[in-house]
């Protein structure tokens, strides 16, 4: 890694910007509004700093402050919080409200309000609450701090992406990840050549708080664009009047690989191949005891580092962060860097009357992408062969050679060969921007005009070498490719809030109505297809370039009757140009009801908090990847279809599938919910039962012969349903001054179901097939069926004899000779569709948080149940013919599944078994904190250290390396390390 000085200059500016302070006392007590009482051990704090204290028995505290600007912030668990700038005062006397948690503001669509005003099912995580440790990207900071809501990292290589579900996925073939929303700009939810994640290019330190809009109450204000739920993302704003201060982070990290598949060992393959093999595989062997798993992974070091300036000139609050990150992974060679820069402008003028909100962030990211063929490669690689040859050919790596003493076109590679052959680099450069002006009118009190104007530009490149010799493209001279993207979404929102109380009739009402404008633009220039010498492999072909627009009207209306009746009704039209104008514009309504039964008569006096929710709504899924999938759009044929006039070969023109009458899903959404608070509202619980129902689902489905100019087209086929229940539970066990335990627990249960799907009738087809699996072309174990779950598995039913699986023994299901693959005939044939989903029916999530004088200590654990998962790894790799698919020309490595089985062969039937289905539940450790905060350790300059482990542990029955993958399918994915942390913050 190289030495980045900029860090050292930083540094050396931090501590020159030390200065000292003449120190003030000030004295007081604080006390319950309601009844005068003192309130023990309440937490006093010089915002920005470090410096606080606490109450004692009789309510009075005393605290040096810098100086007079100085603010100090009163806060007691159940009570809401005071901010009381110092001034001249010495003596400051404050009383506490109780409600601090019913009063918090939450952020929702185009407009904030107070937990207690929610009518609709939203869940906010704040920072103090977020995931520890080495976070590369901003969903990490919230996984397993939601009900409802399952997050899934698509692998642990550096910088990777993450698979979000909010009460399951609602589509087949569209998207399924729900809107995000960046400080008030829609994000696209695309991906970025070049980029491992869209989103790793925002820095998580940036972050303030996460809210997720799950029901269609809360998020049809989205309209076509919220069938899968709304992330709200807050970024950190600097804070009015307040001193300049500097603050320095750093998180330094050690990963490593936790669990490897269970290959055989060299000894292990050649005892095995000496007993059960020929003349000619026992030649093969080698004398040499390599281990490839442990070659090709390493121990990786990482490093996070962020310094941020902030503070307030008068009515202009600021914020800079300046990040470097480097993430190394624990695959040889995979490497993730990236370097931001965040700017936050809040100034007001007029008297506060006119405010600007201006947000500008900038990221890049160099990404070196180490060939992940190498994991299976380990796996299956004669461990008995050295890594290197004796020779120089192939980059000295050890290769199967065919007879004319080429590499073996059939063999696998070396799997440091293709590490260490293969360069394939890119480099992404993001800004995210918005300037938000709110005004608000002195002669219109309550009014507030808001435009908002954003922006979200991305431009990629990337490169991918391989040398000439390198035996993975030996064939073709090597590879030497460039690729480029430039993506461009461009916002302009224009809305407007009035708000009135209208004491005679005990009402309030908030009205807001708006007009949104956002065009997404893409641009990625055709590139030929070249070997290292430079010659065209494939040509140019034609450059992409494509963008759609969405217009929409909207509006809400929050409506409070004497504080106890809430209702909220909102409307959304939207108008894409993906679609025809005959089903361009869509209508989402939803309309939400609350009573705060706590605040009738008869619950008066009763230290009880209860508020029931239900709530109704439609939402839109429009994210289809394709712009104009109504066009009939035409392609340039491959080089394989050209059509000959003459001598000369002219590459023709094909037409394109297409459907004229295509439109977006529509998800129609019921939620019940019930929230609870006791002690104070030290103890709460919410409980919500949801039913989602998915109509005019996009999938890829069969069409008739002659109908399309495809044999498959994306169209709307049919209905999908999700429904749940989810529970939430926070208790505040111990809050005394010196001593703090807090406990935060969900359960979510969802059941996804297939309930129709339209097919051809000349087709009758039962489904849909997907899951493709390695072992053949076109093989797939699973199947979007009715009155099923999405994914289903499609398999053979194993037989069994004393407890063992039968070798080539399956249940015969349709009674004909022969067992015979599904869609054979149209029909199943003798597969079955299993009765196990490969997405959990439960999945729960578990904190706690302590803190004891300067120390503090928290831990995540995280469950889910029910799902069951495809074995791929065993299934390739458990059947003696596996170690000579070609007949003595080269030897491949089994896992130790072969010894629960021995069987001897192994084909397309085997491969889809039932046997190689297991259960996936597990539990595990996210992360276990523990921090220490030495206060002020110099003049001014406050330090805190941590340390953390993420991924600690695992419980599971899974054979595998790790049950937690998407859809239900494990194939050689890049494991989750371990991560050992220690982070340094520094104030001043």
């Not at 009381?84 to 904030?112: H, K, S």
């Not at 994991?375 to 199967?400: C, H, L, N, Q, R």
Request: hydrophobic share 35%.
């Amino acid at each position: 890694m190289k030495f980045d000085y900029r860090w050292v200059v930083l540094s050396l500016l931090f501590f020159v910007c030390q200065a000292s302070y003449a120190q003030i006392t000030v004295s007081g007590t604080v006390t319950d509004a309601e009844n005068g009482e003192p309130l023990i051990g309440a937490s006093i704090l010089v915002e920005g700093t470090s410096t606080g204290t606490i109450t004692d028995f009789d309510g009075k505290f005393s605290l040096n402050v810098p100086d007079e600007t100085a603010i100090i912030r009163f806060s007691y668990t159940g009570y809401s919080p005071q901010s009381v700038p110092v001034g001249t005062q010495r003596v400051i006397e404050v009383q506490l409200a109780p409600g601090e948690l019913l009063d918090e503001v939450v952020v929702i669509g185009y407009g904030t309000t107070q937990t207690k005003d929610l009518t609709g099912s939203v869940v906010a995580v704040n920072e103090e609450d977020f995931q520890k440790g080495n976070m590369s990207t901003p969903e990490q900071l919230v996984v397993g701090k939601v009900a409802g809501v399952k997050i899934t990292s698509n692998s642990g290589a550096p910088g990777a992406g993450s698979r979000i579900r909010i009460r399951g996925g609602t589509s087949l073939n569209a998207s399924n990840d729900p809107l995000i929303v960046l400080d008030g700009v829609p994000l696209d939810n695309n991906g970025i050549d070049g980029a491992a994640n869209p989103l790793n290019l925002i820095n998580p330190n940036d972050i303030a708080n996460i809210t997720v809009l799950k029901d269609a109450s809360a998020a049809a204000i989205y309209g076509s664009r919220a069938a899968n739920g709304v992330i709200l993302i807050t970024t950190k704003k600097g804070k009015a009047s307040s001193e300049f201060q500097v603050s320095l982070s750093s998180n330094n990290s050690i990963s490593s690989v936790t669990k490897l598949v269970d290959a055989l060992t060299a000894d292990e393959f050649r005892q095995l191949v000496n007993e059960r093999g020929t003349e000619q595989q026992i030649a093969l062997l080698g004398d040499a005891n390599t281990n490839w798993q442990e070659e090709i992974y390493r121990n990786a070091f990482s490093t996070q580092n962020n310094l941020t300036l902030g503070g307030g000139i008068e009515a202009l609050p600021y914020r800079l962060n300046l990040e470097y990150f480097h993430n190394a992974g624990v695959l040889q060679r995979s490497q993730f860097d990236r370097y931001s820069a965040t700017l936050n402008l809040s100034p007001t003028f007029l008297d506060e009357q006119l405010k600007f909100d201006l947000n500008g962030k900038y990221g890049r990211t160099e990404n070196f992408f180490a060939d992940e063929g190498a994991i299976g490669a380990s796996v299956v690689f004669d461990p008995t062969k050295p890594v290197y040859s004796d020779t120089d050919d192939f980059g000295g790596y050890y290769e199967w050679l065919a007879n004319n003493g080429n590499p073996n076109p059939l063999a696998p590679r070396n799997p440091l060969g293709l590490l260490y052959q293969k360069e394939d680099e890119s480099s992404v450069n993001r800004f995210l921007g918005n300037a938000k002006i709110d005004y608000s009118p002195v002669f219109m009190p309550g009014f507030t005009a808001t435009v908002n104007m954003g922006m979200d530009l991305a431009r990629s490149s990337g490169t991918v070498f391989i040398p000439e010799d390198a035996a993975s493209n030996f064939t073709r001279g090597g590879t030497d490719n460039y690729y480029e993207q430039q993506k461009d979404n461009k916002l302009l929102e224009v809305y407007g809030n009035y708000e009135m109380d209208l004491p005679g009739i005990d009402s309030r009402f908030d009205v807001t109505a708006g007009y949104s404008y956002q065009n997404w633009f893409r641009y990625a220039p055709a590139q030929p297809e070249l070997n290292v010498a430079g010659d065209t492999i494939e040509a140019a072909g034609i450059d992409f370039q494509t963008e759609n627009t969405l217009i929409s009207f909207y509006g809400r209306l929050n409506y409070n009757l004497k504080e106890k009746y809430l209702i909220t009704l909102t409307l959304r039209r939207d108008g894409s140009s993906r679609f025809s104008p005959e089903t361009r514009w869509g209508l989402f309504p939803s309309a939400a009801f609350a009573w705060r039964i706590s605040e009738e008569d008869f619950m008066q006096n009763s230290n009880v908090y209860i508020k029931l929710r239900g709530g109704y709504g439609v939402t839109g899924q429009q994210d289809i990847g394709n712009d104009y999938p109504y066009i009939p759009n035409y392609a340039l044929g491959t080089l394989t279809a050209q059509y000959q006039f003459g001598d000369v070969f002219y590459t023709v023109l094909r037409p394109d599938g297409y459907d004229a009458n295509i439109k977006w899903e529509e998800t129609t959404s019921y939620n019940i919910g019930l929230d609870l608070g006791f002690m104070n509202n030290r103890l709460n619980t919410s409980l919500d039962l949801y039913y989602k129902l998915t109509d005019d689902l996009l999938a890829i489905v069969p069409v008739a012969a002659g109908t399309n100019f495809t044999n498959q087209i994306f169209t709307n086929v049919g209905s999908l349903e999700n429904k749940g229940v989810e529970l939430t539970l926070n208790y505040i066990a111990i809050d005394n001054g010196t001593t703090s335990l807090e406990f935060s627990a969900n359960a979510s249960y969802n059941n996804n179901l297939i309930t129709s799907l339209t097919n051809s009738d000349e087709l009758q087809d039962p489904g849909i097939l997907v899951g493709g699996i390695p072992g053949g072309v076109g093989n797939t174990i699973q199947i979007h069926t009715e009155n099923f779950p999405a994914f289903s598995y499609l398999v053979y039913e194993h037989m069994y004899q004393d407890g063992m699986p039968v070798e080539d023994g399956y249940v015969d299901q349709d009674g004909e000779t022969g067992i015979t693959p599904g869609r054979a005939d149209l029909g199943l044939g003798d597969q079955y569709i299993f009765d196990g989903s490969p997405e959990p029916t439960v999945f729960t999530g578990f904190s706690t948080y302590l803190t004891y004088n300067r120390w503090s200590a928290s831990f995540t654990l995280r469950g889910e149940f029910g799902q069951y998962i495809y074995n791929g790894v065993a299934a390739q790799r458990s059947f003696y013919q596996a170690v000579d698919p070609q007949s003595a020309t080269y030897l491949q490595n089994l896992t130790s599944a072969y010894y629960d089985t021995e069987f001897a062969n192994g084909d397309v039937t085997q491969f889809l078994s039932d046997y190689y289905l297991e259960r996936g539940d597990f539990v595990r450790m996210d992360n276990i904190t523990l921090g220490y905060d030495f206060g002020e350790v110099a003049n001014n300059m406050f330090l805190r250290l941590s340390a953390s482990v993420q991924n600690a542990f695992l419980i599971t029955s899974y054979s595998g390396i790790d049950p937690e993958v998407v859809e239900g399918r494990d194939d050689n994915i890049y494991p989750r390390p371990r991560i050992f942390s220690l982070n340094l913050n520094l104030s001043l």
